[in-house]
């Protein structure tokens, strides 16, 4: 269900200021105010839409915005510019009426911002489609376009437009878009060469320094740098939150989609470039034989670069900055130009190419954007025109300004109270006249032909004789001293004779909006707009196509000497032509309201928006509306809203909708002369009527809202109930069904088990008699069996008789058979034998022959050969299966193929050892010297010791290291080593047997080539030296243990302590060392090795005895030594096992 919706729900204040009670102007600003707090920016004046201007972004302007406000009726949802620009829209496009939307207020009160809204809803709402699409665009783009050449940054507005713009947008009979055209008024060209203080240029000259490219620019022989033009201000060059280079972008973008040609925008640039380098071009006097005074150009580079530009002829433009030249008639004199004139040319000439291009720019815009069809159109026209002004020094500009918008006051109070009167009309009500300030007086004032004040300027700027602004002045001091709307100090109206807020050089006009002192410096030559001939011509001859189409009176061929129409005449006709337009269409207002001077959100100054409400004259616009009836509402949507109040309308009323309001209203007992019925709406004289209709409305909703709470509650405990009764049912329907189940199945237990006795029993009884009967039916079988069987016995007996003698039969005839068969084999057999004899015979018989024949040919050694041949080829078979099982080359793997033949016996064991010694050749090939040296130690070691002492076996796997000590690596032994000359061949500790007790002291035992060393082990001294040649034997046990004794020479100088009696642990090593190097030491055969398990060994003077005996168990498993007696030591070895 579709909700209807009304602006007087959920209002703030009032979003009507026709319901404002009471009305005053303290309560028009506290409503507003309340609103603009609450972000409320919108309120209305019946049709007319306030608009405040946020200076921020607000949520309300988004698609579902639009969405929301499109076809919805203007009072159904609260305050907006969307439900305007969709009224307009669519009794455009449904009742085919031509709209306007006015849009006013002072500058910076968010005009253009509106016009935007208004035309970007529309573009939102009307039809798509590929086409409609591209003429939106072309519209919507044509903004930033003449945004840039035609706003600029003032005091007031850091987007200000400093143009008047009217844009007619063009629909056709569905309401989709065909095109447009735009109207400009009063370009404010002064600002091109000189802006107010805190304001700038227009934004295209920042936007172009800032944003084109390096090559753009120097294209154009422009600098990026601001300051190195005259023209552009600096003080406010950077506009906080303009994005001037971004925007270049944008506005070049636009002009792309518009449908500028690149070329076209080449051109805007030169010009636009073609101004700033104008103003750079300064003048210095010359003096000239007269004693006047000529300009020159100053500096000829910005001259000569900018008529490279523009392809003008240098000389000719710097003679135009410097010579006059006046036609009259058929006379033509030059005069010259001195600095000032030349400025003054100088700056006419940017004002005029700037202004020039402007309105080209429009033109061009119009030719895209014109309509196609030529079918009748239905036209919206968006009035964003400048707002009243009144600064503190204001002139011609503002003038004008200010009578355009009286103009528009005008038209604005004829409109609202014609639309007022002809809606009473159209309504049938009865309509009395409303008095309100008609400023009709004052456009007169302005305008009027005869003794105008435009018209007064215009007599003064054609009049021949000394113009001045002060002549002008003086004029109208004489013309309109009586206007009740003029003042001035010299008027001679004596009262402002004394009133010193009025200078002498000004007038002051009381305008609708306010009174605004006009100083009338400036306003002759600004009305004349004089651009001198030479300039023009000067441009005409330019080599450039726009600039040519600028200067057509230029062209020498269409010299003109009448004056072209004043600037104010201009205005004037095309504000003429403007109003006419408008009245042609139904207006629509938004009249926009500054909320404070500081461009700051959530300030309300009241004394500033009261000014505005004021020279706005909103509040005569809430008594004129309210005058007649303050709100009014068509029958069905007004019976919709209230028909609740009404037990007869309510809920459905089924006549017209007129009547039920009419019941309606006799029913609240409302007073006749508070409303009337209209054709089709109910006009409601007072406010008041409206908010008692509201209140009891809300009362009946909040009744209605309780009745609705009560009866759904009501139902919903119901139906809770009902729900809960249901399902007690189901519950008490399943519960009974279990237990009838329950008992059913206990029930059918016991009733099985009955039957099962029951069956049981009975089957029992059958079983019974089926078993009788099974007995005699198998006693009958048995029976019938016995005698079945005797019968068969019987008739076998027969049979097998009878078979017996059938057998007998055949055994006889088989026997006789048989015999007959053998006979005949052997007479077979025998006939065979005889045959094969005959063969064999046969065969020896021819055998013989033939060995008788060939003997012959054989030789008589034959025999022998075959021998021969036959033990070749043995014996190849012998050597090659011994070739293919050869055993591996190790020397130690006995592994030999088997003999195959015996007589080959020999040969193979020889094989075998002569293949062994080879392998063995082989291995020791591979040895190095060292290791083969070893090898040869070991031998002899093996040699000498070998079966002869037990120790031996247990050193054959040791390797003989020699240098167990590394002595001359070790630094503990260098002193030892350095004590040595040969070279160390062993180096050992072993125990000096100390006879005494047997016990034995560490030594270290070092073996040279040329003697035997014993030194202490701690100190590494030297205790004991003896040449080699000086040990006579050395004696050794058969057993396991490591004493040895060294035997010396007797008589030698080392005997003198005896020989010693030592033992290691390499003994096998240390001898057999000792028995190679002794022997060739000594020089002699071989040292002598005794291998004994007793010796002799000298001590000193006595002989001691060294016995070894196999110790017992009780030794343990080390060698001990001890001293029986003098002559006798004992050495117990253990046990080997
Ligand atoms: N509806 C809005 N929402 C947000 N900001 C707004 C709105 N209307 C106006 N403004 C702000 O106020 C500034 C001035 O608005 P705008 O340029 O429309 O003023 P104007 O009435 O056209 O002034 P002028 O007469 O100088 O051209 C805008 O640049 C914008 O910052
Ligand atoms: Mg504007």
Partial sequence: MEVKTSLLDNMIGVGDMVLLEPLSEDSFLENLRKRFDHSEIYTYIGSVVISMNPYRSLPIFTPDKVEEYRNRNFYELSPHIYALADEAYRSLRDQDKDQCILITGESGAGKTEASKLVMSYVAAVCGKGQEVNKVKEQLLQSNPVLEAFGNAKTVRNDNSSRFGKYMDIEFDFKGDPLGGVISNYLLEKSRVVKQPRGERNFHVFYQLLSGASDDTLKKLKLERDFSKYNYLSLDSAAVNGLDDAANFRTVRNAMQIVGFMEDEVQSVLELVAAVLKLGNIEFKPESRCNGTDESRVKDKNDLKEMCELLGIEQSVLERAFSYRTVEAKLEKVSTTLNVAQAYYARDALAKNLYSRLFTWLVSRINESIKAQAKTRHKVMGVLDIYGFEIFEDNSFEQFIINYCNEKLQQIFIELTLREEQEEYVREGIEWTNIEYFNNAIICDLIENNQNGILAMLDEECLRPGTVTDETFLDKLNTICAEHQHFESRLSKNSKFLTDHSLPHSCFRIQHYAGKVLYRVEGFVDKNNDLLYRDLSQAMYKANHSLIKQLFPEGNPAKVNLKRPPTAGTQFKTSVGTLMRNLQTKNPNYIRCIKPNDKKASHIFTE?????????????????????????????EPCLERYKMLCKKTWPHWRGPAREGVEVLMADLQVPAEEFSYGRSKIFIRNPRTLFFLEERRRQCLQDLAALIQKIYRGWKCRSRFLLMKKSQVVVSAWYRRYAQQKKYKQVKSAT?????????WQARKLLRELKYQKRCEEAVTTISAFWHGTQARMELRRLKQEARNKHAVTVIWAYWQGTKARRELRRLKEEARRKHAVAVIWAFWQGLKVRREYRKFFRANAGKKIYEFTIQRIMQKYFLGLKSSMPSMSPIDRKWPARPYRFLDGVHTELRRIFHLWRCKKYRGQFTEERKAVYEEKLEASEIFKDKKALYPSSVSQPFKGDYLEISKNPKYQKLNSAVDEKVLLADVVNKINRANGKGTARIF???????????????QVKASVPLPDVASVSVSTQSDGFFALKLKEGSASAVKGDFLLSSEHLIEII?????????AADREQLNVDISDEFLVQFKQDKVCVKFIQGGPKNGSSVSCKRKNNRLLEVSVPTTA
């Avoid at 099985?752 to 049981?760: E, K, L």
């Avoid at 070092?1006 to 590494?1020: C, F, I, N, R």
Wanted: glycine share 8%; with cysteine.
């Fill in 607 to 635: 004394s500033l928006v009261c000014h505005q409400v004021r020279y706005l004259g909103l509040m005569e616009n809430v008594r004129v509306r309210r005058a007649g009836y303050a709100f009014r509402q068509a029958y």
């Fill in 752 to 760: 099985t088990v009955v039957q099962s006795y029951t069956r049981g």
């Fill in 1006 to 1020: 070092l073996l040279t080539k040329k003697s035997v060393l014993l030194a202490d082990q701690k100190t590494g």
């Fill in 1072 to 1080: 057999t060392k000792l028995h190679r190097i002794g022997a060739t």
